[in-house]
Nanobody, 122 residues
Framework: QVQLVESGGGLVQPGESLRLSCVAH????????MGWYRQAPGKQRELVAS???????DYADSVKGRFTISRDSLKDTVYLQMNSLKPEDTAVYYC????????????????WGQGTQVTVSS
């Protein structure tokens, strides 16, 4: 069974930082894109940042210059370093993986993590 497991959420004050981590577990052959989405109460899920195996990263305009996505492909892990956090960053953050190829399986899958809560409040 292949799954994404997130960690690193929590409660912080405005201006502080958090680092989210997401590890893909299972017999994974390759992953094309790993990224982060978030969903605030009453709002739709939105892309925060994504990083393909080849090519440039993509960030939401609202987080550019504050958030940094990085990836360790050997460990099937993606990170999101969040600096200068604002109350409007409060949301459940979901890890996402697209183009997941499982060893011995010729199909590609998209996976979602269970979500981790990030709350920014004074």
């Amino acid at each position: 069974q292949v799954q994404l497991v997130e960690s690193g959420g929590g409660l912080v004050q405005p201006g502080e930082s958090l680092r989210l981590s997401c590890v893909a577990h299972g017999s994974i052959y390759s992953i094309w894109t790993m990224g982060w989405y978030r969903q605030a109460p009453g709002k739709q899920r939105e892309l925060v940042a994504s990083m393909p195996s080849v090519g440039s990263t993509d960030y939401a305009d609202s987080v550019k210059g504050r958030f940094t996505i990085s990836r360790d492909s050997l460990k099937d892990t993606v990170y999101l370093q969040m600096n200068s956090l604002k109350p409007e960053d409060t949301a459940v953050y979901y890890c996402n993986a697209k183009g997941v190829v499982v060893t011995g399986d010729g199909n590609e899958y998209e996976l979602w993590g269970q979500g981790t809560q990030v709350t920014v409040s004074s």
